[in-house]
């Protein structure tokens, strides 16, 4: 009997979590020295006991915060109930949740799975059926115009969509029917388009290369691409959806409805779970044994984003999003302004910010974790802020007093 079986999870000490990260966990991830095991709102404590202001909420995540009454309530209720029944049969939840989507994103319908990749997946799915159903004809138009720096994910389809030499090498080659413009340069993918392409997929506002907003001319620009074309304009919001920016949708900042979209990480507030809203026509795409997922859309999974999804409506966190973002912004702004040799600048929108420095910030940010805040870096030199969208104003105002105090330290 392997000696890992029977450990008990709770009473592993702090050295025995680093020997079996050492000797048992693959060696994928650049994990800080931290182990975390407990959370509530947006503070999780250590195994040492040492509490920590999260401004990573599990990289976009744990949108209520950790241990959210709500959602705590919702999934132990359901957990008790019925988790699992595979999409053989339908479950009341589900069902629910597509709709709370629908009203969300606009007429259309909604397909779940587990992983923002997989959302992704479903999105470059959908753009080879655009194409068939368009030409009759397969291979024909395939081609998916994305934006350079976009992050996608690391299924191969999505990995394929993510032009970055650090996520691509060594796994080629790649699925070849993408081709990337710059993002925010409308003319480049005008440039790229021919009879082969079938669609174009961006980030509203990038997250993981830096967090970048579209400008207006850009989305709005590829919408009209897309309609004089015949594209199908697809959107990730993965990282940028359920509220982030302080509106459900990124794109609902830009006036514009994509033809589909995918969302994941806050969706379940912790709970793995991903979806898609494709709009009529295109939602008939999907037919029977056309696509699925065995865990797409569990009892448990809808139970969590229900939660999520009543939570932001009924303690109307998208208005806390924009109410509070303005003085967090100008204060970060400030930083800014009094340490200009080593921050560059502020990005973002509502509570999806970077604070973008001069050099690699990778430094600064374990600094960061040793006065007592955790966040994610992203590309282009930056350090992402991603706190819950329960976050107060006093939460906001003591990260911006941790990052002050390791910059006037330095
Ligand atoms: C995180 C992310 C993904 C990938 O999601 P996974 O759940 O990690 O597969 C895709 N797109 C964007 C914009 C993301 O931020």
């Avoid at 132990?76 to 999409?87: E, G, I, M, R, Y």
Wanted: hydrophobic residues 45%.
């Amino acid at each position: 009997m392997n000696s890992q079986t029977f450990a008990p999870a709770p009473a592993v000490t702090a050295a025995a979590t680093e020997a079996h990260y050492d000797a048992y966990v693959m060696k994928n991830y650049a994990r800080a020295a931290v182990t975390l095991v407990r959370g509530e709102g947006c503070r999780v404590w250590d195994d040492r006991g040492t509490e920590y202001l999260d401004f990573t909420s599990g990289i976009a995540v744990t949108a209520l915060g950790h241990s959210h009454p709500a959602w705590v309530k919702a999934v132990q209720t359901q957990a008790a109930q019925l988790v699992h029944v595979s999409n053989l049969f339908r479950n009341p939840l589900q069902g629910e949740l597509a709709r709370k989507l629908v009203q969300q994103a606009g007429p259309g319908r909604a397909f779940f799975c587990n992983s923002g990749a997989e959302a992704n997946e479903a999105l470059i799915k959908l753009s080879r059926l655009h194409g068939y159903n368009t030409t009759h004809e397969e291979g024909k138009r395939i081609k998916v115009l994305v934006a350079k720096n976009a992050f996608h994910g690391r299924t191969f389809g999505s990995m394929s969509a993510t032009v970055q030499e650090k996520i691509q090498k060594g796994f080629r080659p790649m699925v070849e029917t993408f081709a990337a413009g710059e993002f925010n340069n409308l003319q480049s993918f005008v440039d790229l388009v021919d009879d082969s392409t079938a669609a174009i997929l961006v980030e509203p506002i990038q997250g993981e290369s830096g967090v970048t907003a579209a400008t207006p001319e850009f989305l709005v620009g590829l919408r009209k691409l897309c309609d004089e074309r015949g594209l199908l304009l697809l959107l990730d919001e993965v990282q940028c959806g359920l509220g982030r920016t302080g509106k459900f949708f990124g794109f609902q900042h830009y006036g514009i409805v994509p033809d589909a979209l995918s969302m994941a990480k806050g969706l379940g507030g912790g709970m793995p779970i991903g979806a898609i809203w494709v709009r009529e026509p295109f939602a008939e795409y999907f037919q029977p044994g056309s696509h699925g997922t065995t865990f797409g859309g569990t009892p448990l999974a809808c139970s969590a984003a229900l939660a999520v999804v009543d939570t932001i409506e009924k303690e109307d966190l998208m208005g806390n999003v924009r109410r509070n973002a303005p003085a967090w912004r100008n204060a970060l702004q400030q930083l800014v302004a009094d340490f200009p040799k080593v921050l560059k600048e502020v990005r973002g929108l509502g509570y999806m910010v970077g604070l973008g420095f001069h050099a690699d910030p990778a430094p600064f940010n374990a600094k960061l974790r040793e006065a007592g805040m955790l966040c994610p870096l992203a590309g282009n030199n930056t350090i992402r802020l991603l706190p819950p969208l329960t976050a107060t104003p006093a939460d906001l105002a003591q990260s911006v007093a941790i990052v002050r105090g390791v910059l006037a330290a330095a």
